[in-house]
Each structure stands twice: as structure tokens, then as C-alpha cells.
């Protein structure tokens, strides 16, 4: 469905579900040419069914029809426009894919010999190095199957140097625009957590984070540009501030696409930062995964890093070093999620330093040339340029009648996947808009002109957001209701006799 267009009722897909009939079948299986079993000797009462299994009765063709239909309702970024804000749905080039499925990758065991690997190893030593190069640290493990292991791993070296010094500190601190995995990750490591307000301008109050600084506090928490869309130009001062109190600091790096070859977080004074391969360089994410997470570090958190690492013997062969008397030990099975290491590592060879310096310029002109065409409707809270997203702010539709909800969910009919909503906490009625530097200019302004659109229909006809999804096979849900109780599973339906529906 093209963005712009707007479906009503009468436009709603049709439900593929029920396609069983009393009968139907797909496939004759010939007659055993073996004696029967005695079932009920083998298995005895209490294990015996009693009812029919209620599988659905169909043809072949109903089975076929029934998943492709399925697989036309999914949405992604090779469908159409993935504002998705603070989770970088950028294109994934198809090259990638196609160096990841290459036999000499794909067919490789984690458990085969590492003398047959050897190129492999160097691809993976490779990774390592460029990545160390790109966020200005000193040593980088691949083995974080995500941002937010890579967060726990890195939340882990913290503590381990922490300990090594001899000292014992109980605090993590973090913004109040921060990740919502920045405070759970912190709580997972056993850490408490203080909360360090925005100033004015949407950064850390450096003058508030001076007061919770002190003996007991092990770090800072971090990501910049900050969730807001915001770069924090006092990062200096702020670096300095938590190093002269004994601390470290930790940078989340979801929102690294805002950067890349402008500026690295160990040039800012981050001792330890987390990528996200599938985010920042293009690899497949959403749903759950694959994602790979990365851990960067300065030079003195290097033996703590998970092991094995990898490291070349006298002959200058890269083999697996499991002698780490200091290591945090094993975040994830194996080496971490090898696909997507290869994914990255062909997006970033194919891009270059000013490739990828592009995609940073792009991703921020995107993002504020929507700034510009949607400040007349939806403004941002914090009047500044913004980096690679924007959070939109929409207690002025709220007060029309329509809150940031219901406009997401108009989007939905309009063909767009909606942006983040009610998030960061700090904006009221927010929706978190990130375009990333894979959108023309084109959609970027029908993206514009869908909301414009979306905002008059709040005085012309405001039924229309309230009761959105109009074209979509389920209808509004009560989403507390649905993550609490599921339905995920198909059921026959009752027994014309008025008996249960099989389970």
C-alpha cells in the first residue's frame, strides 16, 4: 500500500484463517507394510488420547495459500518506510547477504578445528581491528549476541576492573532519556541506580551529575547523540567529571549511525562501548534477532575482556587463546554471532571511511529535514538540531482529542510502519521518528504529508484515528492484554454437537 493513500473499512484484507473442511486432505500416504502396533499396550490408559487432535483438514494448495497470505502481511524495511526511532530499520544491501551465504562461511561447524578456518579467523581479526578503529578503543570482542548482552558485557569489565583496583563501588548512573536497557542492565550486574536529569537543552545536567558523582560511584551510562536525537557538547566535561571521581564511562551505541567518521566515543573519553551490528551497519534485526553486539575497550580493560581471544602464535597463525586468568569469561556460546560479523564487515569494506562518513552526513540531514517540514504540526520539545532522529512532541493533538497513540496507528493505514511512541519518558505525547540515511527525499516528504494528513483528519474526522487500524486483519488491540495473554496458536472451531473446541 503506497504512503498517502488512505484505506477505509471496505479495503480491510481479508482473514485467511479456517480454511479446514471435514475431509480435505493434501497428501495419501500408502498402507503400512508392517504388522500394526498395539497401542494401547504400549502406551497404557493414561497416556492415550481420547479426543481427536483437531488438525485442520485441507488441501495442499490451502496450505500454500494460507503462509504466502501470511507473508504478505509482513512489514519491513523491504516493503516500505521503517521510522522505527532509536532502532536505525535501515536497508539492508543485498551484497551482504550474499558474502554471509557464501559455502566457505556458511557451512563452517563452531566446533571444527581452527586450522581449517584460517580465513575465517583473519576475517573475524579483521572485524576487530576496524571496529577498534571506528570507536577510537583499544581492544574489541565480537562475542555479545546483541546491544543489550553487549551492554551487560561491557557493564561486567566495568566491575571486573572496579574489583581489580581493589575497590568495592554499589552505583551506575543514567540519564533520564537513557535506554531503558541502560538502568535493567545496571540492575542485572547488581548495581543501583541514579538518575541524572536533562538541562534545558536536552542534555545531562552536568551540575546535577557533579552532585551524584562520589566514591561509590562506578560509572556513567551514556549514549551520544542522546535518545533525544541530541549530541551532548558538554561530553568533555562530562568525561572528566567521572574519571576525577574514580568512575568509568560506558557508551551505549544505538545511536552510533549519527557519527560514524565524525567523531568516536574514545575520542569523547568512553572507556568501554557496545556496537550494534545490526543497527549501525546494516545486518537484518527486528523480531527478536540475529543482532551482534560488540564490546569495545580501552587498553585497560583489555584482560578482562570474554575469552577465548584471538591472538597469533610465533608462526603468525591466529589461534584461539583460552589462558585469560582475568576474563569476565564467556558471554555467549562459541564467538559470537559469526553471520552477522560477516554482514558488518562487507557493509563497512564496501562503504570506506567516506562512505561511511556519508552515511552519518545523510542520516542527519534526513532527520532534520523532517525536523523542518513537520514543525508546524509536531514540533520537538528541545529547539536544536537534531542528529540522526527526532522526538516529536504531540500534547498539542492530545488536546484536539488524539493522542500520540492514535496517530500511530493511523500511520498504519497510510502504509507506514509506526515510529517509536511514548518514548523517551521526558517528552510528553512523544513519537520518536528515526529515517536513517536509506530514505529519499521522496518519502521523507510523503512521510511529512501522510502526518499533515493524519492532523486535519483530527478535526475533520477524529473516529478515523480512534478506531485505527481500519485495513490491517486484526483491528485495535488491547496491548497490555496481548503481551500478557497471547494467542499464537491456531484452534478448530467448536464441536457443531455444542461440545469444547479441541485444544
Avoid at 490408559?45 to 494448495?61: I, K
Avoid at 487500524?469 to 454437537?497: C, G, M, Q, Y
Wanted: aromatic letters at 6%; one cysteine or more; proline letters at 9%.
Amino acid at each position: 500500500m503506497a504512503i498517502g493513500t488512505d484505506p477505509r473499512s471496505e479495503d480491510r484484507i481479508p482473514v485467511i484463517y479456517d480454511r479446514s473442511h471435514p475431509g480435505r486432505r493434501g497428501v495419501r500416504l500408502p498402507a503400512p507394510d508392517v504388522p500394526p502396533l498395539d497401542e494401547a499396550a504400549l502406551l497404557g490408559p493414561a497416556l492415550q488420547r481420547t479426543a481427536p487432535l483437531g488438525l485442520p483438514e485441507v488441501a495442499e494448495s490451502d496450505v500454500v495459500r494460507h503462509y504466502t497470505g501470511l507473508s504478505q502481511l509482513n512489514y519491513g524495511v523491504d516493503t516500505g518506510f521503517y521510522p522505527l526511532g532509536s532502532c536505525t530499520m535501515k536497508y539492508n544491501p543485498k551484497v551482504n547477504e550474499w558474502v554471509a551465504a557464501l559455502p566457505g562461511f556458511s557451512r563452517v561447524h563452531p566446533l571444527q578445528p581452527e586450522e581449517t578456518i584460517p580465513g575465517l579467523l583473519e576475517l573475524m581479526a579483521s572485524m576487530e581491528r576496524i571496529l577498534a578503529e571506528i570507536s577510537g578503543m583499544d581492544a574489541v570482542t565480537l562475542q555479545p549476541a546483541a546491544g543489550a548482552q553487549g551492554e551487560f558485557t561491557g557493564v561486567l569489565l566495568m566491575r571486573a576492573l572496579i574489583r581489580a583496583r581493589g575497590e568495592e563501588r554499589h552505583t551506575l548512573i543514567v540519564p533520564d532519556s537513557a535506554h531503558g536497557t541502560n538502568p535493567a542492565t545496571a540492575a542485572m550486574a547488581g548495581y543501583r541506580v541514579a538518575v541524572v536529569p536533562s538541562n534545558a537543552r536536552g542534555g545531562v545536567d552536568l551540575a546535577a551529575l557533579k552532585g551524584l558523582l562520589n566514591s561509590d560511584t562506578a560509572g556513567l551510562m551514556l549514549t551520544n547523540p542522546n535518545t533525544l536525537g541530541l549530541f551532548e557538547d558538554e561530553i568533555l566535561e562530562i568525561a572528566e567529571a567521572v574519571h576525577a571521581a574514580g568512575g568509568l564511562l560506558y557508551y551505549d551505541g544505538a545511536n552510533a549511525n549519527a557519527i560514524l567518521g565524525e567523531v568516536r566515543p574514545g575520542d569523547m573519553g568512553f572507556d568501554v562501548v557496545h556496537l550494534n551490528l545490526h543497527k549501525t551497519f546494516s545486518t537484518p534485526h527486528g523480531g527478536g534477532g540475529p543482532g551482534s553486539g560488540p564490546v569495545g575497550v580501552k587498553a585497560v580493560l583489555e584482560p578482562f575482556l570474554p575469552g577465548p581471544r584471538l591472538q597469533r602464535d610465533a608462526s603468525g597463525r591466529l589461534t584461539w587463546d583460552h589462558q585469560r586468568p582475568q576474563s569476565i569469561g564467556k558471554v555467549r556460546s562459541y564467538y559470537g554471532n559469526v553471520g552477522i560479523v560477516l554482514r558488518a564487515l562487507a557493509y563497512i569494506l564496501s562503504h570506506g571511511p567516506e562512505g561511511l562518513r556519508d552515511v552519518a552526513h545523510t542520516a542527519v540531514l534526513n532527520a532534520n529535514y523532517l525536523r523542518a517540514r513537520l514543525a508546524d504540526r509536531y514540533p520537538t520539545r528541545y529547539d536544536r538540531s537534531v542528529m540522526h532522529e527526532l522526538v516529536l512532541t504531540l500534547a498539542g493533538q492530545k488536546v484536539r482529542g488524539a493522542s500520540a497513540l492514535d496517530v500511530a496507528k493511523r500511520l498504519i493505514d497510510y502504509g507506514v510502519y509506526p515510529p517509536t511512541v511514548y518514548f523517551p519518558l521526558v517528552v510528553k505525547e512523544a513519537l520518536m521518528v528515526e529515517p536513517t540515511e536509506t530514505e529519499s527525499k521522496e518519502t521523507l516528504d510523503r512521510f511529512a504529508d501522510t502526518l499533515a494528513a493524519i492532523d486535519r483528519e483530527i478535526e475533520e474526522a477524529p473516529e478515523l484515528l480512534h478506531d485505527a487500524p481500519h485495513a490491517t486483519p486484526v483491528r485495535r488491540l488491547n496491548e497490555a492484554e496481548a503481551a500478557r495473554r497471547p494467542r499464537i496458536r491456531w484452534a478448530p472451531p467448536a464441536d457443531p454437537s455444542g461440545g469444547p473446541a479441541a485444544p
